[in-house]
């Protein structure tokens, strides 16, 4: 008699251990956009782990004043993903930005923000539009070092260092690369700010030597800013600086049909944070309006970070397909192009409906492909031989006169150093200044070593007692050196 014997079942493929990712519900409409973006992340199967932490305006209103607690950072050192909904800022005062404190210090140096136009299903002046702003995102002026100076004058820094350059310009580069990319545009305002800006647009020249295969140009940012806006098909990947960065994309996020539909993703050698590019838009939260699709896409990037191409790709079709169908929240909805207008949790739901299906007219998107990880290699910037020829003494005077100021300075000048101009706000008013220039309280006396020699630090601060001695308000100095030669400071407008 035959027998069979029951079979061993074969065992189920283990599945892959979830993702640790931190989760911030964020402030304004952000709990609820990442409320339907989780939804729709769950739905499609992500293997997520998620740790919540709490950031924003309700942490800075329990008394803590840097709006983050220290258990956060340990999350995020942990999970070393971020999914983080928008969080309000103060304007003008109070605590200063959460979103530029986290990108500082976990090392996000690349914000990459693809814009990209959905025509004819999300209506755009900009039809064939398909731009990636890549934006520095650690330095300029969002180093936020501010200071009163004066009863009239206050002082923000702009600090670029060549090092903040390369990284974010290789990345730009490395990123057109790996995505077939063509072309790498530069804007910066270098015609101003030459030494800044300059250094930017140098380190663009000198890295894009590297990559003969890609494009290159550079625009001045405001014609280039004019020419994103009117013609932004003549783009491909544009690198900027951290605060044309964020104000362009913006606007090109805008010109594709709504800020609300555009992700980001901020890249650091360890971590990476995913977020909408536009804010908390506090006006309309709890109202059930905003689109998630900015947040959404954002995770789609997480997901394709975190190597769940699987779940991206479904995402993100099917929110392709919720566009195509005309499935739209307020801000892409227009009579007679959209089919349905609906609110936040309801758009979550037509994307969840539509997981497993593909677009029909606009190109499907494919995350199959493995794609290698973008790792740049900054170089190390050779010492070069430093001189001490000078020094800018910044004052608060209340006087009127810039001759009188330069007759006062010239008094107190000793040994070799020499007063060779006083600006006012960059503005050369001494010698020969023009009386139309309007002068505020806020004066600056150059002293230069003759010939540029090194006259040592000591002639310096003798130089600064016989001023303090003479009465005169010393807000700040600033020392001026020759590298290699080269003077390492701007000329004063109209020198
Ligand atoms: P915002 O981007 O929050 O909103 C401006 C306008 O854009 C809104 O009034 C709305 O008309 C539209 N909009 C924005 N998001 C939308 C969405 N998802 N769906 C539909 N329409 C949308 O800009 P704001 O009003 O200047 O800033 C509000 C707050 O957000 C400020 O405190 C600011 O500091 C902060 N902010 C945060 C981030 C961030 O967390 N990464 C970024 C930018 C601004």
């Not at 758009?347 to 997981?355: C, E, N, P």
């Not at 330069?406 to 000048?413: D, P």
């Not at 060779?420 to 200044?433: A, L, S």
Request: some cysteine; overall charge neutral.
């Amino acid at each position: 008699m035959l027998t069979t014997q029951p079979q061993p079942k074969p065992a189920a493929p283990a599945l892959p251990a979830p993702t640790p990712i931190t989760v911030a519900y964020g402030d304004g409409i952000g709990p609820e956009i990442m409320e339907a973006t989780l939804r729709i992340l769950e739905a499609a199967g992500a293997r997520l782990e998620i740790e919540r932490i709490d950031i924003g305006e309700k942490v800075y209103l329990q008394g803590n004043t840097s709006g983050i607690q220290p258990t956060a950072w340990d999350s995020l050192r942990r999970t070393k993903v971020f999914l983080k909904a928008p969080i309000t800022t103060p304007q003008g005062g109070g605590y200063k930005s959460l979103n530029v404190t986290t990108r500082k210090v976990l090392g996000l140096y690349a914000n990459v923000r693809p814009c990209t136009s959905y025509h004819p299903f999300v209506q755009t002046k900009h039809p064939k539009m398909d731009v990636v702003i890549i934006r520095e995102n650690e330095e300029d002026l969002y180093a936020g070092i501010e200071h009163q100076q004066t009863g009239e004058v206050v002082q923000c820094l702009k600090l670029i260092s060549r090092p903040g350059c390369e990284k974010i310009v290789r990345y730009a580069f490395e990123y057109a690369r790996v995505y077939g990319r063509k072309k790498v545009t530069c804007f910066t305002k270098d015609n101003i700010m030459k030494m800044s800006d300059g250094l930017f647009h140098k380190v663009f020249d000198e890295v894009g030597a590297e990559y003969p295969e890609i494009e290159k140009e550079h625009w001045i940012v405001d014609i280039g800013a004019a020419k994103l806006a009117d013609t932004p098909e003549q783009f491909d990947v544009i690198v900027m600086p951290n605060l044309y960065g964020d104000i362009l994309s913006d606007v090109a996020a805008q010109i594709t049909g709504s800020v609300g539909i555009a992700g980001s993703a901020n890249i650091g050698d360890g971590v990476a944070m995913f977020e909408a590019i536009h804010g908390s838009a506090p006006r309309l939260a709890n109202l059930n309006v905003a689109n998630p699709s900015g947040l959404l896409l954002g995770a789609v990037q997480m997901l394709v970070h975190i190597g769940q191409r699987d779940v991206a790709e479904r995402v993100h079709n099917a929110w392709l397909r919720t566009l195509e169908d005309g499935v739209h929240t307020y801000d892409i909805f227009k009579e007679g192009n959209s089919s349905e207008h609906v609110g936040t949790r309801e758009f979550a739901d037509a994307v969840i409906r539509r997981l497993g299906s593909l677009p029909v007219q606009l190109p499907a998107v494919s995350y199959q492909q493995p794609t290698r990880q973008i790792n740049v290699q900054v170089t190390p910037v050779k010492p070069a031989e430093k001189k001490l020829v000078g020094i800018d003494v910044f004052l608060h005077w209340n006087g009127k006169n810039p001759n009188e100021l330069g007759a006062r300075m010239q008094s107190l000048m000793v040994g070799k150093v020499k007063l060779k101009m006083i600006t006012n706000r960059g503005t050369k008013v001494w010698p020969d200044g023009h009386p139309e220039t309007f002068c505020t309280d806020h004066w600056r006396c150059r002293f230069l070593c003759e010939e540029l020699n090194d006259c040592g630090y000591t002639g310096m601060l003798f130089l600064l007692q016989q001023i303090s001695k003479a009465g005169l308000d010393i807000i700040k100095t600033e020392n001026l050196y020759t590298f290699d030669g080269v003077p390492g400071f701007s000329a004063g407008q109209g020198q």
